[in-house]
């Protein structure tokens, strides 16, 4: 890494040797292991239903198990999924945030992260650009401020002087700029041009519901593959946000890899198709990647590479 001083700042001068690496993270058991329960009702031998609070982990194995598992029949989906939503319009106070600190200490204490833990570590750590795509139903300012968290509890002092250099290089290279913000000002222009959907949020159903193509699918879909079909269009959203600023900035001549990791086998398969069929038609020349991180003995998950350069 070659830093040179700009504007009294450290950049690193070499980002344009870079090749272009980008990732799409699910956040529940793929980056940390949060306390948040999905509460449902469970078939017993007897025949009578009886109420369950789910981990995440869990839950992305039996939630295709309409048999034996079902919503509360109080409340139904609202009541199930009651601590995957912003109960209140103040971020701080946001369940996602109190759940996201306890998962960090947890890590700080020596618990096993996420498979992709040490991926979204070294992406912010290099600066590049990611997505969030995730079942739950926050919103985007919501899981931007788990991100800040994330980065001021795990990123050591010299990991985070790292990534400010990496992003004023970025913003060097790319936007042309000599004259830099705050370290702050730097680290939020940074998140905010990355991606947060969470795909029962009602602000991203309604742009799901905009496109012309998925408002059709989804409505067709039964209720256990929507949020496959939301994962869908939540990459494909990130794809074409990565096509656009490429193409602002002189960037497409340049090797492009986009990583997509999940724990649910059936969001992994879903994506997986919809990348062969779809996005590597569209997007020639992009290189796909698919990790399926279901299994917890594999500590990076199983790659698969579904489509080549």
């Not at 981990?55 to 601590?83: E, H, V």
């Not at 949020?201 to 496109?211: G, I, Q, Y």
């Not at 990791?261 to 990348?275: F, L, P």
Request: proline share 4%; hydrophobic share 40%; net charge negative.
């Amino acid at each position: 890494m070659k830093l040179e001083m700009i504007d009294s700042r450290l950049v690193n001068v070499d980002i344009p040797l870079r090749d272009f690496k980008f990732y799409i993270f699910d956040w529940d058991d793929n980056i940390l292991h949060m306390p948040t329960r999905v509460y449902l009702e469970k078939l017993m031998p007897d025949g009578e239903w009886k109420s369950v609070a789910i981990p995440t982990s869990t839950f992305a194995l039996i939630r295709t198990d309409t048999k034996n598992y079902r919503f509360p029949s109080q409340g139904g989906a609202a009541a199930a999924y009651r601590d995957f939503t912003d109960s209140t319009p103040e971020v701080e106070k946001s369940a996602f945030i109190h759940d996201t600190k306890v998962a960090l200490q947890r890590v700080l204490q020596g618990e096993k992260p996420g498979p992709s833990f040490e991926t979204l570590r070294n992406t912010l750590r290099e600066g590049r650009l990611f997505a969030v795509v995730t079942a739950r139903g926050h919103a985007p300012a919501t899981i931007r401020e788990a991100l800040k968290i994330f980065i001021e509890t795990i990123l050591t002092k010299e990991e985070k002087e790292e990534m400010m250099q990496n992003l004023r290089g970025y913003r060097w290279w790319l936007d042309k700029m000599t004259k830099f913000g705050s370290d702050e000002e730097e680290l939020d222009y940074y998140l905010t041009m990355c991606r947060y959907h969470a795909v029962t949020n009602p602000d991203f159903k309604r742009m799901l519901a905009n496109d012309a193509d998925f408002s059709l699918r989804i409505t067709e879909a039964s209720n256990v593959h929507q949020p496959e079909l939301a994962k869908e269009f939540a990459v494909k959203d990130f794809v074409e946000h990565l096509f656009h600023i490429l193409e602002r900035t002189g960037g497409l001549g340049k090797s492009v890899s986009i990583g997509f990791s999940d724990d649910d086998v059936g969001n992994v398969q879903a994506v997986a198709e919809y990348i062969t069929e779809e996005l590597s038609r569209k997007f020639e020349g992009f290189k796909f990647v698919v990790y399926d991180t279901s299994d917890p003995t594999l500590s990076n998950g199983r790659k698969v590479v579904v489509v080549e350069e």
